[in-house]
């Protein structure tokens, strides 16, 4: 168990997430619900909760909240709309390793028995992506999005540089999408819309012939002119620093 919780912490810090530790214990009242003696138990839980008051990590208790062998640390994340969802979990099994009769040799030469620490960091990954998905209401910041830049040609013969365009940008470490399809720009700019893709440029004869770039930034209906060399540095800055959209 690391002090302070700082790998979770971190992880936390990166996805802009606040959270709360949920101290989960035994429902004292539902015993024969829940492997081992009251002396296992009793260890176990003074064991996660002194952690907690040894780091002076605030937590709440919660009783019936363990799981049937053993007291856990539940990390309790916050949504941005107040939703308190179960992400990271650590717990503590004293229950396991003697049901299944492990032991080592300790630094005395005796026989002892492990403890088992259960961790998983982010739960499930599809309930985590759905956890942040809610968090920042489908729109996910450049770096976590599937496709940072949709390239949508206004025409056939557009096609072509949108292509050698998209080549470029995959080179410089962005994912890109040229939306070829046979439909309208005004479709095809609704698509990238309520696909919440953070970027978006349209390719056409006028900005074919200007060495400006027709940006459409996610949440705007403006149309920005920058240069290509001015758009990459932007894009990889945010994503190398996982900020921005």
């Given at each position: 168990?690391?002090p302070?919780g700082f790998?979770i912490?971190?992880?936390?810090?990166?996805?802009?997430?606040?959270?709360w530790i949920?101290?989960?214990?035994?429902?004292?009242e539902a015993?024969?619900?829940?492997?081992?003696?009251?002396?296992?138990?009793?260890?176990?839980q003074?064991?996660m909760e002194?952690?907690l008051?040894?780091?002076?990590?605030?937590?709440?208790?919660?009783?019936g909240?363990?799981?049937?062998?053993?007291?856990?640390?539940?990390?309790?994340?916050?949504?941005?709309?107040?939703h308190?969802w179960q992400?990271a979990t650590?717990?503590l099994?004293y229950?396991m390793?003697?049901r299944?009769k492990?032991?080592?040799?300790?630094k005395?030469?005796k026989?002892?028995q492990?403890?088992m620490i259960?961790?998983?960091?982010?739960?499930?990954?599809?309930?985590?992506?759905?956890?942040?998905?809610e968090?920042?209401?489908?729109?996910?910041?450049l770096?976590?999005?599937?496709?940072?830049?949709?390239?949508?040609?206004v025409a056939?013969?557009?096609?072509?540089?949108a292509?050698?365009?998209?080549?470029?940008?995959?080179?410089a470490?962005?994912?890109v999408?040229?939306d070829?399809?046979?439909?309208?720009v005004g479709?095809?700019?609704?698509?990238?819309?309520?696909?919440?893709?953070?970027y978006?440029i349209?390719?056409?004869d006028?900005?074919?012939?200007?060495?400006?770039?027709a940006?459409?930034?996610?949440?705007s209906?403006r149309v920005k002119?920058i240069g290509?060399?001015?758009?990459l540095?932007?894009?990889?800055d945010?994503?190398?620093?996982?900020?921005?959209?």
């Amino acid at each position: 168990m690391c002090p302070k919780g700082f790998i979770i912490k971190r992880m936390m810090r990166v996805y802009g997430l606040e959270y709360w530790i949920r101290l989960s214990l035994r429902d004292p009242e539902a015993k024969t619900a829940y492997l081992g003696s009251d002396a296992v138990w009793e260890k176990a839980q003074a064991t996660m909760e002194s952690f907690l008051k040894r780091h002076t990590i605030p937590y709440e208790r919660a009783e019936g909240e363990a799981a049937f062998y053993g007291p856990k640390m539940d990390l309790m994340c916050k949504t941005a709309i107040g939703h308190d969802w179960q992400l990271a979990t650590i717990q503590l099994d004293y229950i396991m390793p003697e049901r299944f009769k492990l032991s080592y040799i300790d630094k005395t030469g005796k026989e002892a028995q492990p403890v088992m620490i259960h961790k998983a960091m982010a739960g499930s990954l599809e309930r985590f992506i759905a956890i942040l998905l809610e968090h920042y209401g489908g729109n996910l910041p450049l770096w976590l999005s599937p496709v940072h830049l949709e390239l949508i040609p206004v025409a056939s013969r557009h096609e072509k540089p949108a292509k050698k365009l998209e080549k470029e940008f995959q080179a410089a470490g962005l994912r890109v999408h040229v939306d070829d399809a046979n439909e309208t720009v005004g479709y095809k700019i609704r698509k990238a819309t309520r696909r919440r893709i953070p970027y978006v440029i349209v390719l056409g004869d006028k900005e074919a012939r200007s060495a400006k770039l027709a940006l459409r930034v996610r949440g705007s209906d403006r149309v920005k002119a920058i240069g290509k060399k001015r758009f990459l540095e932007m894009a990889q800055d945010q994503i190398r620093k996982r900020r921005g959209l």
